[in-house]
Nanobody, 119 residues
């Protein structure tokens, strides 16, 4: 069992920056992929970014490419999402999740943290 806890959400003006954190605890492993997802009211959950814990390979949704950066800290068992040049369209609840490095579903999820971007 692994627990994921997001933090760092809040209210920010368009063009501003915010850094989200996701701390992992419990039965953690480095043989995983960590991801960020978001869901706005009335919309489906969408993929934002992911990172392979081993090696650090990253991938981003086109909507955030060039603005967001995903990273991880081995010592802290924490994954981050640095969000720059924020737009009102980025407003959503942001969730972190994990899956096995070799494939499978996203089997563990955090509780989410609200990000609101004002115009």
């Amino acid at each position: 069992q692994v627990q994921l806890v997001e933090s760092g959400g809040g209210l920010v003006q368009a063009g501003g920056s915010l850094r989200l954190s996701c701390a992992a605890s419990g039965r953690t492993s480095r043989s995983v992929v960590m991801g960020w997802f978001r869901q706005a009211p009335g919309k489906e959950r969408e993929f934002v970014a992911r990172i392979f814990w081993i090696g650090g390979d990253t991938y981003y949704a086109d909507s955030v490419k060039g603005r967001f950066t995903i990273s991880r800290d081995n010592a802290k068992n924490t994954v981050y999402l640095q969000m720059n040049s924020l737009k009102p369209e980025d407003t959503a609840v942001y969730y972190c999740a994990r899956r096995d490095r070799l494939g499978g579903s996203w089997d563990y999820w955090g509780q989410g943290t609200q990000v609101t971007v004002s115009s």
